[in-house]
């Protein structure tokens, strides 16, 4: 795809995204109520975030979910975020890095933010499209550039099919998913972009994943995006009212997952319509062990460091809040017994 032409969608997905009508209307999480323990039998300056992202040292349970690249806002955008992620030790998803496949130039942003967030854990991120049809090696070396600590690989079926320059091509993903699973030296995670999974594609996976990444529907929604993005009255806008609701919420998929996942070992994180220390206590508590931001990071980034750092230590702080009136020292306290209920 020409450069120009990929900069301007990637500067339309950022303007779009933050649009409070591209993201869903409802949220999964707002239904699920956790109990209040009136007796937690802990002080609050004892309870605990640190979690481990394999052999990363975090300070929380929580990440940035991907976000993309790829355009002149998005470099400055990528460091403040690489950054302070670094600083807070929160984990960072890099966005698609499709385009260093064809672009060689790609390659030199990644190079830089590595060399500017030296000790920021990065996760790669790809398409299941794109890892149909490239070679696991190349897409190996987009780990290797970023230094990156797991590769993420995104599918979003319904943005392709909505996104009038798509590619809607998944034919051959699952056995994809199989082969870099099996080439990988790092972890791998699975996420959808905001649509879910339904158990019929969980029961799909037989591939070696680290990590399943719900991406559930919630919050940014992609085919509201494509929508925002095409031609008035074209199919793709049309269509994308049509399917404004499509997706498995946040809270289903989690819920899917859980069930799926019983006798395999890995983790399965949350995202999707994740805005506040609440909604992470929430997901934490239906069975994830990681919880990522997308769109509010991206919206304090915007903003600059201070309040992107400000933001971070609000939703630790609402985390232990969470934490405290449950009765749970660490995250994976909330996961014991059943301390939440569908309202
Ligand atoms: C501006 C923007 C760009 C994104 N780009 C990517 C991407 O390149 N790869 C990916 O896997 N997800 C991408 N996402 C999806 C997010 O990682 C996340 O799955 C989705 O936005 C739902 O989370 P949210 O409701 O917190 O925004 C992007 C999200 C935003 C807001």
């Not at 698609?96 to 790609?106: F, I, K, M, V, Y």
């Not at 190079?111 to 790809?126: E, G, M, T, W, Y």
């Not at 909505?162 to 199989?178: D, I, M, N, S, V």
């Not at 971070?312 to 909330?334: D, T, Y």
Request: hydrophobic share 45%; charged share 25%.
């Amino acid at each position: 795809m020409p450069n120009e032409r990929f900069e301007s969608r990637k500067a339309d997905h950022l303007r779009l995204a933050l649009e409070p009508a591209m993201d869903a209307q409802e949220n999964s999480l707002d239904g699920i109520h956790l109990f209040h323990d009136a007796l937690p039998e802990l002080n609050f300056a004892d309870i605990e975030l640190a979690s481990k992202f394999w052999r990363y040292e975090a300070a929380s349970p929580f990440f940035f979910s991907s976000m993309t690249a790829g355009h002149h806002k998005g470099e400055a955008l990528n460091l403040t975020l690489a950054k302070v992620a670094a600083k807070r030790r929160w984990p960072m998803g890099v966005g698609s890095q499709r385009r260093e496949l064809t672009d060689p130039a790609a390659a030199s942003e990644w190079a830089r933010l590595r060399k500017a967030a030296p000790d920021a854990c990065l996760f790669s991120n790809i398409g299941l499209s794109q890892l149909i049809t490239t070679p696991p090696q190349k897409v190996l070396a987009l780990v290797d550039t970023l230094e990156a600590a797991a590769l993420i690989v995104h599918t979003n079926p319904m943005q392709e099919a909505l996104q009038p320059e798509g590619t809607p091509q998944f034919q051959g993903g699952l056995k994809a998913l199989e082969k870099i699973c099996h080439s990988s030296k790092v972890p791998v995670i699975l996420k959808e972009t905001g649509c879910g999974f339904s158990s019929a594609s969980l029961k799909k996976i037989r591939a070696k994943i680290a990590a399943l990444d719900v991406g559930g529907y919630g919050g940014t929604h992609w085919g509201r995006i494509e929508g925002g993005r095409a031609a008035a009255t074209s199919h793709q806008q049309l269509a994308a009212l049509t399917f404004a609701r499509w997706g498995e919420s946040t809270a289903d998929s989690l819920l899917n997952a859980v069930h799926w996942r019983q006798k395999r070992s890995l983790e399965i994180w949350a995202s999707g319509g994740i805005r506040s220390g609440l909604d992470a206590a929430k997901a934490l508590a239906m069975g994830a062990e990681k919880v990522g931001f997308a769109k509010p990071a991206l919206e304090q980034a915007l903003l600059g460091e201070e309040a992107l750092d400000k933001w971070m230590g609000r939703m630790e702080f609402e985390l232990k809040v969470a934490l405290f009136c449950s009765g749970a020292k660490r995250p994976e306290a909330l996961r014991k017994g059943k301390r939440w209920q569908k309202i």
